[in-house]
């Protein structure tokens, strides 16, 4: 770690900005990557692991694949599910996205599950926060801070994050269903006590994951009905969409190689369908996130998110020139500087990245 607190020293002596990165997977995500790299994969391994505890300390150029598979070997893993774009991505990258998988409704995000992190601020100088359990959060979480900050405010060197152990059982049911029908329906069964663990509309057709006890499994699958998809279909389906290569994000890849643009809307669960978006939508986490690839303006799609009481985030485009997350208000914004300018004073990490003022 230390070469690394000399080249953030260095580039703050010389007015430069670093770009930090592990395996870059993520490079897409934002504004694009500019300054010198900090490549992180020059710290990376799994410091600490208590299974019986349910915590793991990894360091975060640590490759997210090897960490899992770690996991699996006691019957354990990460239920929020992060995505790994192209079947790569680190453990400091995953918690500076802050991005989650189709479970993130129903067991919390990336941010939810860090207990603690060791970072490097502007200056060099390592700073740890949080614990290794769930007691130690208090005051003002600045491990928690770190998840979705996109590199912002320093570099994350180490984290400790809670795990789970698998479900002891899983399936997966499929309804043919409209849009709002989906959504109404998911709503009333969000009021009852069902082990749904994750769900999904597309073109037509919900698919939900219940998760649980076979027993628990066995009496919601007879209370809600619907066709039930074998495991050798439904596992590559969830992992699919995990991990964004399922045949939604398959088609709008090709639609922003056209001209299109994928955006992340996050609304209320119970905000009604969005009809008049003009392009494939994809529905996670209850309804609460919507995938549209579309060729229509930024402003109508923000303008829609704002009505529906959400936001509108740009996830892929060619042209990010209206933005890529939605606009700070003027207390938002004052906060976002007051804690940039505390942890990098001088801007040297990421520059640019989530916002051009920052």
Known sequence: MQQIQEQIKDAAARGATLNIQGHGSKAFYGHAPAGELLDMRRIAGVSSYEPSELVVTAKAGTPLIELETLLAGEGQYLPFEPPRFGGQGTVGGMVAAGLSGPSRATV????????????LNGRGEAMSFGGTVMKNVAGYDVSRLMAGSMGLLGVIAEVSLKVLPFPTARTTLRFDLGQQQALTQLNRWGGQPLPINASAWWDGALVLRLAGAAAAIEAARRTLGGDTIPDELAEP????????????????????????????????????????????????????QRWVATPLPAAQLREAAAKAGGHATLFRAQDKSAGVFAPLSAPLARIHRELKKSFDPQGVFNRGRMYPEL
């Open 237 to 288: 389906f969830w992992a699919g969409l995990r991990d964004h290569q399922d045949e939604f994000f398959v088609g709008a890849a090709r639609a922003v190689e056209g001209g299109a643009r994928l955006w992340r809307l996050s609304v209320p669960q119970t905000a009604p369908a969005l009809t008049n978006l003009h392009g494939e939508q994809l529905l996670e986490w209850g309804g609460a």
């Open 108 to 119: 919390g995000s990336v941010r939810d599950h860090v207990l603690g992190v060791t970072m």
